[in-house]
């Protein structure tokens, strides 16, 4: 038994994020070079390369986009880094463009992510825990049929 999670993010954040706070986003990618003064604190989405247990690979990118920054990570999380991820995640949600689904979270040993939900107008996110029930009869749905 493992204790990891799968930790997807996929947003936008306005052209005016401050400086200072882009900086903060660079260092959690890995991005910055620069180390914490406080021994137990890292960047939380700097990990790249295969996955140790989720299977594919582990990202974070910033680009610059037609919407601002867009932003895109996927990482292996323990339990113990919680408290620091949810205040990150709070600390995005606050600043994000993005309306809805902005990304997953799911244990190694479920088959279903719980959903990640933004609301820019109140600067808030919430979990939204998805069950396994029944299957969609297409995998991806046809438009035209």
Do not use: C, K, N
């Not at 306005?14 to 003064?37: I, N, T």
């Not at 939380?44 to 140790?52: I, N």
């Not at 463009?97 to 479920?110: D, M, P, Q």
């Not at 998805?130 to 009869?137: D, F, N, P, V």
């Amino acid at each position: 038994m493992s204790d990891l999670y799968e930790f997807q993010l996929t947003l936008d954040v306005p052209d005016s994020l401050p400086a200072p706070d882009l900086a903060l986003l660079r260092w959690h990618l890995g991005e910055s070079g620069e180390e914490s003064q406080e021994p137990d604190v890292y960047p939380l989405l700097s990990a790249r390369g295969p996955a140790e247990r989720i299977g594919g690979t582990l990202v974070g990118d910033l680009a610059r986009g037609v919407r601002g920054w867009a932003l895109s990570v996927r990482q292996e999380v323990h339990p113990d880094e919680f408290d620091r991820l949810r205040e990150l995640v709070e600390w995005i949600a606050a600043r994000t463009s993005t309306y809805g689904t902005i990304g997953y979270l799911r244990f190694l040993e479920e088959a279903v992510p719980d959903v990640l939900i933004a609301d820019p107008d109140t600067g808030t996110a919430q979990r939204l825990p998805l069950t396994s029930g029944s299957a969609a009869q297409d995998l991806i749905p046809d438009p035209w049929g």
